[in-house]
């Protein structure tokens, strides 16, 4: 089976929308989907292809909605079921995709499945989810860790048993070896699939199965002092199971019992781990994010071997895909600095693979600093004071000058950055020079040029802090010359072809400059040649 060569999920550009985050359209300092739809226009004019949504389900929030309490309803935050078809209409009418996040690892605890569940130990949902018996001592049933800080076990009162929380004890993990949980989320996917959804992005798919006899996971003879105390112990036995795929091969079922959708998988795992998530004759997901570029070392070697070994990894058939930021990480301008994240743009949107933009990086959207009293993230509340918060990068969208940089007429629930009167999409769509007016001519020239989506990907070797790839197809041979370091680098023309023109500087100035002999870029410059 190989993957659809013109499907859109393939060619086209996904743009991650944190809805708390975009744009509040009722006054309450919280986005909306109402305020979605208004800003449509501008997610089409930058030109992506898909949208991918944040949870928007009911939820008690304890974090911030990957905490369900009804699958197949709308937080009434968000809105309204009825905004929710309104938003599904307008996004089709642009000619846009919508994807939703599937959230089936855990539930809230305030799910009704997890109220019966645990009501007693005979309930018909008892088995929905993790229940065990505690140690003879009286303890957690084995050393499994919380990703959110503390033991993954919770005593409940109500029969004395344990139950297993991957992440908040207000997170409770479902029982995917429960037949009639696969088919309860199947029904759920199917739900949002009659109503057009394009797909869905699935939280911790690699989590979903756990070692059938819960063993004591080993500890982590690698673990950094200062890292989240969570990474002390491996997680041989939480995540990453064999069964899994099984389970992933059903969802994928799913998914293709409708035309043209698409399977997308959230895995934390070292590449030769992750590539086995597209699944025994890709019959998996169709994209197991990648997300190789969040925590690499910025430097031209260490991005060329990631590349060089993804790519001898995927397997035959596979689509590769690229992430710069999300959510749960530090933003790109603050892991690479502001002059480097012109370049991180010309890689994300000129490597083989589908590209995922996450909202405010295209405006250069930096990690807001938050002071202790304004702190939200529950990550951040449980493990504080080593930088794992994840709110720096889920601060509001800077549209414009006006107040609240034009995200609400309120005050936002989290904090905007101090420099959005100037760093906002108002003044930067007006400069030319602009690191949005960058994103859009990149995103426009991977338009026109098939080669820089479908074309194959070749190394040019390079040396220091230069970067230097080809993309090539049968219309084109175009060579991306990235410079990771502040220091200007010359390039000969033997490794970039003779009398080739510049299409694209990251500094938006040298377009249709010819070079013949030596090619010179700036400190923390990128061109596209061709
Ligand atoms: C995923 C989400 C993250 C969430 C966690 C638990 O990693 O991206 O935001 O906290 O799952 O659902």
Redesign the pocket.
């Known amino acids: 089976m190989d993957q659809s060569s013109g499907a859109w999920w393939r060619n086209g550009i996904f743009y991650q929308v944190y809805p708390r985050s975009f744009q509040d359209s009722n006054g309450d300092g919280v986005g909306d989907i109402q305020g979605i739809i208004r800003r449509l226009p501008y997610l089409e004019s930058l030109g992506v292809d898909a949208v991918w949504l944040s949870p928007i389900f009911p939820s008690p929030m304890a ?1 911030f909605g ?1 905490d369900i309490s009804d699958y197949t309803g709308i937080d009434p935050l968000f809105g309204s079921m009825e905004d929710f078809d309104a938003l599904i209409e307008a996004v089709h009418g642009r000619g846009l995709k919508l994807i939703l996040d599937l ?1 089936p ?2 539930t809230s605890d305030q799910h009704p499945w997890f109220a019966e569940s645990r009501a007693s130990r005979d309930n018909g949902k008892r088995d929905w989810y993790l229940w065990r018996d505690a140690k003879e001592d009286g303890g957690a049933p084995n050393n499994w860790l919380s990703e959110f800080g503390g033991s993954a076990w919770q005593r409940d009162d109500a029969t004395g048993q344990y139950y297993y929380h991957a ?1 908040l004890k207000e ?1 409770p993990d479902l029982n995917w070896r429960n037949p009639d949980v696969r088919k309860a989320i199947y029904d759920v996917m199917r739900f949002w699939l009659r109503k057009g959804v394009d797909g869905f992005r699935v ?2 798919i690699w989590h979903l199965i756990k070692d059938a006899e819960f063993r004591d996971n080993p500890p982590n003879p690698h673990y950094v002092e200062g890292r989240p105390p969570h990474e002390k112990i491996l997680t041989q036995y939480s995540t990453d199971q064999d069964e899994v795929h099984e389970v992933i091969a059903e969802m994928r079922a799913v998914i293709d019992e409708f035309p043209d959708r698409v399977l997308i998988g ?1 895995v934390y795992l070292p590449l030769q781990r992750l590539v086995a998530y597209y699944g025994n004759d890709l019959g998996g997901a169709h994209l197991p994010f990648n997300f190789a570029l969040l925590s690499t070392l910025w430097s031209a070697r260490s991005i060329e071997k990631i590349i060089h070994d993804y790519e001898a990894v995927l397997p035959a058939g596979a689509w590769p895909n690229w992430v710069l930021g ?3 990480r530090p933003r790109v301008a603050g892991r690479v600095g502001r002059e480097q994240a012109p370049v991180a743009a010309m890689l994300l949107l000129t490597l083989r693979g589908t590209p995922t933009l996450y909202y405010g990086d295209e405006i250069g959207m930096h990690q807001v600093p938050i002071a202790p009293e304004q702190v939200q993230d529950p ?1 951040e509340k449980n493990v504080p004071g080593i930088g794992v918060g ?1 709110d720096g990068c889920r601060t509001p969208m800077q549209w414009d000058a006006s107040d609240n940089a034009g995200f609400s007429t309120a005050r936002p629930w989290l904090p905007l950055a101090s420099d959005s009167a100037q760093e906002n999409v108002v003044n930067l769509e007006a400069d030319s020079k602009s690191i949005l007016s960058l994103y859009k001519a990149l995103i426009a020239l991977r338009k026109k040029m098939p080669a820089l989506v479908t074309g194959a990907y070749e190394p040019v070797s390079a040396q220091g802090d230069l970067l230097l790839y080809r993309r090539r197809d049968d219309e084109a041979s175009l060579t991306i010359a990235l410079n990771l370091a502040a220091e200007p680098v010359s390039v000969t023309s033997s490794s970039i072809g003779f009398r080739k023109e510049i299409l694209l500087s990251t500094y938006l100035d040298r377009t249709g400059e010819s070079i013949e002999g030596v090619l010179d870029l700036r400190g923390n410059e990128g061109v596209i040649i061709g």
Request: aromatic share 20%; net charge negative.
């Open positions: 974090d990957y959230v690892n855990h992440f997170q939280d911790v959230e999300n959510h749960d990550f994840r």
